[in-house]
């Protein structure tokens, strides 16, 4: 209980570091608020503690690649103006690659200031990794499922499987990856769902029924179907590959496990949901 209640004030505490460090008070008034995701923090933060990682290094470990995730999430959210108020959104797109390349400054402010020239090299590959994918799944370059999944993942994990294999942790990057790239489908599958759209889905689409309308979301009950059904196979042979990492790593915190259950959940019930609808 005392370890948890440990584990507990670290998260509490890097997240309330991580906010202020991202407090820009003109950049948050003209962008969105960057986005921390508390199971990528979870994960950074069990995986440094159980490899004995001292407090202040965890610490700077955490930090730093949290703020190069969020600066690589926070350049996706540039997109081309899609109203009339070009101006505004010509200088929303503007300020919005500068919170990011602000972001970034921070993570190699504090990172350089480790000293670890090796960790360095590792993040830094990882960003030239995660942005070769995105240019990729961005630009429908995909040709099989396979690689369109296989690019979603990298996107995923892959800072945090560099911090895994800077520790030789093959365990935690296998759960990290599988981990992180379950909620990004079931988040894709949820957006599917709502609207006939998202950015994984309109992939799919393409490489599944190459011979329908591209440019419309509309599609047949069976076509939904069968996009959902691949999405569905990717998310629960990721969940086998979940339980099979949790098996080589014993003595599993149960904030980690408590989360890993409330995910499976959410998949159970948006699959319960496409049953109910079609």
Partial sequence: MIYLLDL???????RELLLEKLSHPYLLEHVESPFIDDDRLLLLISLLDQYGVNQEQAKNYTVTTMLLQIALDTHEHVRNSQTGE???SHKSRQL???AGIYFSGLYYKLLSET???EMIKQLAAGV???NEHKISLYQKE???IDKLMDSVKLIESTLLGKVAE???ASEWHELAANWLFVKRLISEEKKFMQSGRSLVFDVMKKITLPKIDQSSSELSAEQQKYLLTI???YIEFSMTMIDTALKKLPGMNSLLMDRLKLIAGQHQSMSKKFAEEG
Avoid at 8 to 14: R, S, V
């Fill in 128 to 130: 030239k990794e995660v």
């Fill in 8 to 14: 507990q004030n670290k998260l509490d505490g890097i």
């Fill in 231 to 233: 999405c569905t196979r």
């Fill in 96 to 98: 919005t690659v500068l």
């Fill in 86 to 88: 070009e101006d505004d």
């Fill in 142 to 144: 995909a040709e099989a």
């Fill in 115 to 117: 000293e670890d020239i």
């Fill in 166 to 168: 800077h520790f030789n």
